[in-house]
């Protein structure tokens, strides 16, 4: 079993960043991709960034692209993501997930999920 705690979240004004930390603790294998995910109330969950297990592939969803940094650093099992340029429409719970694959990620279908954190983007 994997355990994923996520922190760093918080309430910011529209142009401000954050960066969001996830944890892994259990079978914390370095060859799982990564990735974080989203829901603002009333909306499904969204792909939001996803990295594999050497950090030389990452993918980003259209929305936040040239906004958001995914990184890992698997020495702490700890994945980032670094938002900047933050929007209201990026009001959200944010997921850290984690998969055996990057295609896994990608496609939306994680091994493992954190308990979320709440960012909030105030205009």
């Known amino acids: 079993q994997v355990q994923l705690v996520e922190s760093g979240g918080g309430l910011v004004q529209a142009g401000g960043s954050l960066r969001l930390s996830c944890a892994a603790s259990g079978r914390t294998l370095s060859t799982y991709a990564k990735g974080w995910f989203r829901q603002a109330p009333g909306k499904e969950r969204e792909f939001v960034a996803a990295i594999n297990w050497s950090s030389d592939r990452t993918y980003y969803a259209d929305s936040v692209k040239g906004r958001f940094t995914i990184s890992r650093d698997n020495a702490k099992n700890t994945l980032y993501l670094q938002m900047n340029s933050l929007k209201p429409e990026d009001t959200a719970v944010y997921y850290c997930?984690?998969?055996?694959?990057?295609?896994?990620?990608?496609?939306?279908?994680?091994?493992?999920w954190g308990q979320g954190t709440q960012v909030t983007v105030s205009s």
């Open positions: 997930a984690n998969g055996l694959s990057f295609d896994q990620m990608v496609r939306g279908t994680p091994s493992y």
